[in-house]
């Protein structure tokens, strides 16, 4: 169990989950309890509520410094280069993802007991895997270097369990739909910039195809998921930085349905690009009994709440003009 005394530090805390945990967390175990770090600066939100270092996580000597200067006892490693992104500039993904992440345990596993929670991506799978209900324990073949990082990332996590028998943690998260931040560089982005465009213009042209299914979760899930199981009792888990998570599957086309329940008017268009390829290599939906079994996981969000709540939001913010991101 996580203990009140937790220093926790968050890496990649400028992106989309981490600018959330960080608040989750410093609401949780106290602002001074949780230092963000990040290669750029982090939302004046977050940047204001506590304490933070700048760090480039490829840069080893640089990770130590700051775990040894704050006496970091619990990592959560969120710094990565994301699929799309991760195809314009493979050699970047590389290091970041895998150096990054070798820094990391590294640094961990000379300090001792530190605890990390890294997160993998439905990235790991490819066109041999079964796309429907995607079993826990599969052939991971991914088309991506992304997803070439996160299956050896979770061989890396695994490796350092057995080898070294440090606490690593993770989730293989499917597309992450969130108000607060624009994402970055994913290929399941058109699901959180369709409701800005939405709200802001009552039409969008998405980037993948009308019957492309994924599975996707809400934000809110996102972070449940991430406490759920770094409060696992470790004997409980067989599986460690792999769990697949699941919440809702839905095509482009149903979820600009569910939007028209809100906005009858709205019309979303469709214009395929290089990310439908990577589309086309990923599960339609993920059987998560593994993390249901060794950790009690289970979503509370389904796509008509998701929806429901996303319009509310920024329906608000549309109204009080302060409604600003842009997607391309």
């Known amino acids: 169990m996580m203990k009140d005394t937790e220093r926790i530090m968050i890496t990649g805390a400028a992106g989309q989950i981490g600018s959330e945990l960080a608040v989750l967390l410093r609401e949780r175990y106290g602002a001074d309890s949780v230092l963000v770090t990040d290669i750029i600066r982090p ?16 840069e080893r000597a640089d990770v130590e410094r700051v775990v040894r200067k704050h006496d970091i006892d ?19 993904a590389w290091d970041v993802n895998i150096n990054g992440l070798c820094n990391v345990l590294e640094t961990a596993r000379g300090l001792g007991s530190i605890r990390i ?26 088309m991506t270097m992304y997803g070439v990082t996160k299956v050896a990332g979770e061989n890396l996590c695994s490796y350092y369990v057995q080898k070294y028998g440090l606490d690593i943690r993770g989730c293989r998260f499917p597309g992450i739909i969130s108000h607060e931040m624009r994402p970055g560089g994913g290929t399941t982005d058109y699901a959180v910039a369709i409701f800005y465009d939405a709200v802001k213009n009552g039409r969008y042209t998405c980037f993948l195809r009308e019957e492309t299914r994924l599975p996707m ?7 449940k998921s991430i406490l759920g199981l770094m409060e696992a009792d470790f004997s409980r888990l067989k599986h460690h930085a792999n769990f697949n998570v699941a919440a809702m599957s839905f095509t482009a086309g149903q979820l600009a349905a569910e939007i028209r329940k809100h906005i009858p008017g709205f019309v979303c268009e469709y214009a395929p690009d290089f990310r439908q390829a990577i589309a086309d290599s990923w599960p339609e939906s993920l059987d998560d009994s593994a993390a249901r079994e ?5 979503p509370s969000f389904d796509l008509a709440a998701m929806t429901s709540d996303m319009l509310k939001v920024l329906s608000k913010r549309h ?9 391309p």
């Open 217 to 223: 979760m809400y934000m809110p899930d996102c972070l």
């Open 319 to 327: 109204a009080e003009g302060t409604l600003n991101d842009s997607f």
């Open 117 to 142: 929670f890294t997160p993998s991506s439905i990235a790991v799978f490819g066109p041999a895997t079964p796309r429907v209900r995607t079993p826990q324990d599969t052939t991971l073949d991914p």
């Open 294 to 298: 060794e950790w009690d996981w289970e």
């Open 43 to 58: 939302s004046e939100k977050v940047l204001g509520a506590g304490p933070f270092e700048p760090l480039n996580v490829t």
């Open 74 to 92: 619990t990592i959560y490693h969120l710094a990565a280069i994301l699929s799309a992104n991760g195809e314009k500039a493979p050699q970047k």
